[in-house]
């Protein structure tokens, strides 16, 4: 099999992962050498309507959304320091497939928050030297 034969497959096996929403001006603060306080927005029904609330009053850059339906491992997270996530109605396997995919793109303390369930609380701290 040719190298180009091979290489359209592997892409169609595995398509690239794609930011979540405002994730492209979290990489601008990143790349522009700042460290943003992020705020991710994972609650449920509506994920949205806080997201848009703290971006109006903190500015852009400053919060991620994990849409409804969407699996939070198939979104490539900005590999931010630490995160605090709202997961308030998020389905508990839900949760902790958020968890591992924000340890695995690089984020080293996160705290997953339930406005509700204060025992669905999660502190996720990424083991030295990797996920």
Known sequence: MSPSVLAVRQATAFPARVLPPYGREIEAELAAGRFPNVRVYACRPDPWALAREHRHTFGIGTVL???????????????????????????????????????????????????????????VIAKRGGA
């Open 65 to 123: 959304v994990l849409p409804v339906d969407v699996d939070p491992a198939s979104l490539r997270w900005p590999p931010l320091r630490s995160l605090v996530v709202n997961v308030t109605g998020l389905p508990g396997g839900t949760l902790h497939v958020l968890a591992r995919a924000l340890v695995r793109d690089g984020c080293r303390l996160a705290y997953l928050l339930d406005t509700t369930h204060a025992e669905r609380n999660l502190r």
